[in-house]
């Protein structure tokens, strides 16, 4: 089992639409996650933070749910420009130091 | 400001030649990391460095593949002999965080091997 699943997509919505992607992770001991964003042939970018609480950034809205080991990852009002693949980043700490883990990614593309 | 610097952007080399993958972190960041990516598995970490020195470099793939961070600011990575299925975008990033809240990521070395 992969230490950070995503569902690969694509995901193909209209503009306006609103869209969700999900991840799971498999280590407990995880301390920190993220969303990052990657646009074809570029590099990745951190999209926001994610914190037990949720949070909110603009269009974005990014759930934790530890007890499930579940993140997601809501937006709001897609964009054209919001077409990209968005990685679910886990942060796990050890003895060593730390460890960070992307997902595979969920691709999505917005049409008009 | 400069980001991470990655060297060469692009490469085709052929079978069984050395590759050298070069990287500069942020000025002032602890840890420097790299990655692999290609469409069948996703971004991988192979090794990452604090305060230069390898802490992690269990996602190496093989003894061909060789890291090294002589000083803050330069590190290495190198394929040794090289072979078609290293063929992979390979992403340096660092980071000044220890707990890792945020990664730069350089523009990657596009590497083909035929």
């Known amino acids: 089992r992969k230490e950070v699943e995503q569902d690969p997509g694509p995901f193909n919505v209209p503009e306006g639409a609103t869209v969700a992607f999900n991840c799971t992770y498999s280590?407990?001991?995880?301390?920190?996650f993220f969303w990052y964003r990657q646009d074809c042939r570029k590099e990745p970018k951190l999209l926001m933070s994610v914190y037990s609480s949720g949070n909110e950034d603009g269009r974005f809205t990014a759930q934790l749910n530890r007890a499930s080991q579940y993140i997601s990852l809501l937006i709001r009002d897609s964009k054209l420009s919001d077409s990209a693949t968005y990685l679910c980043v886990v942060n796990v700490g050890g003895t060593g130091g730390f460890k960070t883990i992307f997902g595979a990614g969920t691709r999505l593309f917005v049409k008009a | 400001d400069a980001g991470v610097i990655q060297s060469p952007r692009h490469e085709v080399t052929e079978m069984g030649q050395e590759v050298t993958l070069r990287c500069k972190p942020i000025s002032g960041h602890n840890s420097l990391f790299w990655y692999r990516q290609t469409m069948m598995r996703g971004l991988e970490l192979l090794i990452y460095f604090n305060n230069n020195v390898p802490i992690d470099d269990s996602g190496m793939p093989e003894d061909r593949f060789s890291a090294k961070m002589p000083n803050a600011s330069f590190s290495t990575l190198k394929i040794q002999p090289s072979e078609p299925r290293d063929s992979a975008v390979y992403f340096c990033?660092?980071?000044?965080?220890?707990?890792?809240?945020?990664?730069?990521f350089g523009e990657g070395s596009w590497l083909t091997v035929v």
């Open positions: 990033a660092s980071t000044p965080d220890p707990v890792g809240n945020t990664i730069y």
């Open positions: 280590n407990s001991a995880s301390q920190s």
